[in-house]
């Protein structure tokens, strides 16, 4: 049935529930009812967790900040896709009118090794903020501001860079990967700060020392498969794993001739 505005909708929901990272989990299923059509995927496990903690059961744990898809915490893998169906979404702007009345809904937490569970469908993401402090930041001298216009930069290049600024840092990429691969998120970080001429003084080291930190914290290679950028809610694009093949190698090459 087409939900309309004012339809009232209900699902099953199949949904991984684990204690903690060393307790063994499995998949729960729950019936909601009453869910607007216009409800985002959160509400609708708001709605549920209200019902679960009625029925003094405990509530299903899941990560969200903004749910405006700025802050990437929404990291739910929904009917075997990340962040669910619908093209360039992320989990919270994803609306219950996306899906059919009455229909069974799977919900997973990202699976990578490097994202360990924390419960239920909240997994530890902290691997990628120790990657942007490995490299993903540029060092300005403090003092009064700088204008606005002491440095110009093109117009296609300030869009270039924006295009891959507009990563949140979800890990929808790994999640998508079957490898488990962080190469379109370090590619993204990579790229912008390569374009800018703010980026420029630490080029070199930021790629060598992002790409360290990435393997230290165990995510796997690229697949070539291109699933993670299909997946990605920014559209982040595969242009920007071939930036970040072509910065590594130079750095490595400029590091192996200074040796
Ligand atoms: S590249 Fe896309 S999928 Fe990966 S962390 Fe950034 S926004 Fe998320
Ligand atoms: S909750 Fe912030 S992007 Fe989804």
Redesign the pocket.
Known sequence: MAATENTLLHFTLRIWRQKNRQAQGAMMEYVVEGISAEMSF?EMLDVLNEDLLHAGHDPVAF????????????SLFINGRAHGPQFNT????LYMRTFTDGSTITIEPWRARAFPLNKDLSCDRSAFDRIMQAGGYVSVNTGGAPDGNEILISKAIAERAFESATC?G?GACVAACKNSSAVLFVGAKVSELALLPQGQPERQSRVENMVAQMNREGFGSCSNIGSCAAEC?AGITLADIATLNHEYLMAKATSEMLA
């Open positions: 959160l990560d969200y900040d903004c749910r405006e898809g700025i802050c990437g915490s929404c992320a989990s919270c702007q949140i979800c809610p």
